[in-house]
């Protein structure tokens, strides 16, 4: 498969980190961006929520060097999995989930779920970053800019808000959308279901819901590309990551 050559590169560390308490913590390092500079390793990381971190996770996590977390998950979701790790300043933004509720809210009209609304709920959701949670991704990147310290960013299954995070600071560092796509659908090789999740659904339902899809990010960079006339301008007008703040950026992340 020709995108193989923009996984991790033999030379380069392990994407995939041996966490025990995580299933999804990976190193965005290694692709290629502007110029045909690598993002840097060891800066940029995505992850699942880090409230199930063991000791020797939290020692592997000092090890990266890591002292920043960047946190999405809503109110709920980060007050019942809550953490805090010692030297670790903690950055919540919170972007409360919607699917769930858009879920029950259908259900609640008689209607037995099908994997087909489900993927129209998730690409739904996506469309709704774009527009509606902008302020918390102009936010992550206002702290990016501010400080290149090794950051984790998470949701709780790090796959979706955190997936669209992610896209976002590749594109913005210059790597090519399919090369993002490739890293955003690794979820679906690491994540693990935490067991008894969402039983009340059907599986077909649960397995759109707990894994990633092209349809999904797409419909968010469609709704980047329909309504903004593309990335750059939306990282500009929408994000406040202009020209300036863009090449402070590949400075910090990619490899000179």
């Not at 010692?86 to 858009?102: D, K, M, N, S």
């Not at 879920?103 to 009209?109: G, I, P, V």
């Not at 995070?165 to 935490?194: C, E, F, K, S």
Request: glycine share 8%; hydrophobic share 40%.
């Amino acid at each position: 498969m020709p995108l193989q050559q923009h996984h991790t590169p033999s030379t380069g560390p392990s994407r995939s980190l041996p966490f025990a308490g995580v299933t999804n913590f990976r190193d965005l390092g290694g692709y290629t961006g502007h110029g045909g500079q690598q993002v840097k390793w060891r800066r940029l990381f995505r992850s699942d929520h880090l409230a199930g971190l063991t000791a020797q996770d939290q020692a592997l996590l000092a090890d990266l060097g890591v002292t920043r977390t960047v946190d999405f998950r809503g109110q709920a979701e980060s007050a019942a999995h809550a953490y805090q790790l010692p030297g670790v300043a903690y950055h919540p933004l919170a972007i409360e989930p919607t699917v769930v509720q858009r879920a029950l809210d259908l259900q609640r009209t008689g209607r037995q779920l099908t994997a087909q609304d489900a993927v129209a709920l998730m690409q739904e959701t996506y469309r709704g970053f774009v527009h509606d949670n902008a302020p918390r991704f102009a936010e992550l990147f206002r702290l990016l800019l501010a400080s290149d310290a090794p950051t984790v960013f998470h949701c709780t299954a790090g796959k979706d808000r955190t997936g669209f995070a992610a896209a976002l600071i590749l594109l913005a560092l210059g790597v090519p959308r399919d090369v993002v796509m490739h890293d955003y659908l690794l979820t679906n090789a690491l994540y693990q279901r935490p067991p008894g999740m969402g039983s009340q659904a059907p599986e077909e339902v649960l397995r759109v819901l707990w894994r990633v899809q092209e349809e999904f990010l797409d419909a968010a960079l469609h709704t980047v590309d329909n309504d903004y006339g593309g990335v750059q301008t939306y990282l500009v007008d929408v994000l406040g990551v202009d020209a300036a703040a863009q090449k402070e950026l590949a400075g910090r992340y990619l490899q000179p």
